[in-house]
């Protein structure tokens, strides 16, 4: 930053964050609606908004092309290394994360976008298809990627760009869960390398419904009054694939917990004979039952939800720039202010009764930070008088 600049980096960043902790959804509020109020804080400079997004759009890397073996289309990534280093260094001193024994949970979301650089979906919308690395509910890597890249293409090198990251910065993953679009060859292998468990959603194939038929026994399991069957197999997946690749040492065998529902249809499956729904899930782990297995597989159906805040309550589905280099600064500094929430919240719900840790930011804000207040200076020091019954301490 040049000497003569008058905004450091916390008057931006505390600048814009505070847009989404004041209710706000864009830059243009600091200076339409929160001026007056965020202006009279003694301990910050509030850059324009033009600023703000400039000083942001510096933090960009250029994208990099990357073209399949079998393709003859370019897909532009996005991948920004020092921020995701530095949100990964905000986690750990919050103490949000452990070095040791944590579940990483991947995933792709499409978000759709007019942006001048957006591709066609396979939603056949445009927008991005980013991947987000998640550690419980706080995110730990984003790589960003446009929308004509699905999320299975070129996966084993996002997820070895992530694991490497967090090697560097001396987080240990002990157990890795995915849905379908990690179900590949190339991942899997990429993935054993790193961790000692895997969770993966097994897409079903013609070979995969063959290995059901060998399912010897199938439990009964009743959820939410749905009647299910629960079995497993042992077998060895992609060594059709391995073989042409000439890659046969890296197969392994793994162990397939398969769910079938009965179909409402009644439509009988061409293989297994059977009017059944399949869902499969690949795993190493040989400790844990079929129903352990499959409880700890859903358990990151939070990361849905987890989507849908990032979006609606942080930004991200309005981003702010015309590219998508750009734009995936916008996303990792809004990452950083989802984890600097979910800390907030954790620690304050604690002290305050009124205060829960699943409160989205909007009841943040109507519990917490829209209450009358006025900064006082008293002693050549800054105090914050705040005119409530509330138990607060400034």
Excluded at 31 to 56: F, T
Excluded at 133 to 142: L, M, W
């Amino acid at each position: 930053m040049p000497k003569q600049s008058k905004y450091t980096w916390k008057d931006i960043l505390y600048s814009y964050w505070s847009v989404f902790f004041c209710g706000g959804d864009c830059a243009e509020d600091l200076s339409i609606n929160l001026k007056n109020g965020i202006d009279l804080n003694p301990y910050l400079y509030l850059p324009s908004p033009d600023r703000v997004l400039e000083r942001i759009k510096s933090l960009s890397r250029p994208i990099e092309l990357f073209r399949t073996s079998r393709s003859t289309v370019d897909h532009q990534f996005s991948i920004n290394n020092p921020l995701n280093s530095i949100n990964l260094k905000l986690l750990k001193k919050t103490m949000s994360i452990k070095e040791k024994d944590n579940i990483l949970d991947y995933d792709n979301t499409l978000i759709f976008t007019d942006k001048a650089d957006a591709k066609n979906t396979y939603k056949k919308r445009f927008g991005y298809c980013p991947g987000v690395g998640f550690i419980g509910s706080n995110v730990v890597y984003v790589e960003n990627r446009n929308g004509n890249c699905n999320p299975e293409t070129m996966q084993k090198d996002t997820i070895d760009r992530m694991f490497k990251i967090l090697n560097d910065n001396s987080i240990h993953i002990k157990s890795f869960r995915a849905d379908g679009a990690s179900y590949t060859f190339a991942t899997l292998v990429e993935v054993a390398k790193y961790v000692e468990k895997l969770y993966i959603r097994a897409r079903m194939s013609d070979s995969l419904v063959e290995e059901i038929n060998n399912v010897k026994k199938w439990e009964k399991v009743e959820i939410d009054g749905r009647e299910l069957y629960r079995g497993e197999v042992y077998y060895t997946p992609f060594e059709k694939i391995a073989k042409r690749e000439g890659k046969e040492d890296l197969l392994k065998e793994y162990r397939l917990v398969i769910t079938k529902e009965l179909r409402d249809d009644g439509q009988i499956n061409a293989f297994t004979g059977e009017a059944y729904n399949y869902r499969g899930i690949l795993t190493n782990d040989t400790e844990m039952t079929n129903d352990e297995v499959v409880f700890f597989y859903n358990q990151r159906g939070a990361i849905e939800r987890e989507f849908d805040v990032l979006k609606n309550d942080f930004g991200w589905a309005k981003m702010p720039f015309s590219k998508l280099e750009q734009n995936t600064s916008f996303l990792i500094i809004m990452v950083m202010c989802r984890n600097l929430y979910h800390y907030i919240i954790n620690l304050f719900s604690k002290k305050f009764k009124y205060l829960k840790p699943t409160y989205r930011i909007k009841k943040f804000i109507f519990r917490f930070i829209s209450i009358p207040s006025k900064w006082i200076k008293t002693g050549r020091t800054y105090k914050l008088r705040i005119y409530s019954n509330r138990n607060f301490c400034t």
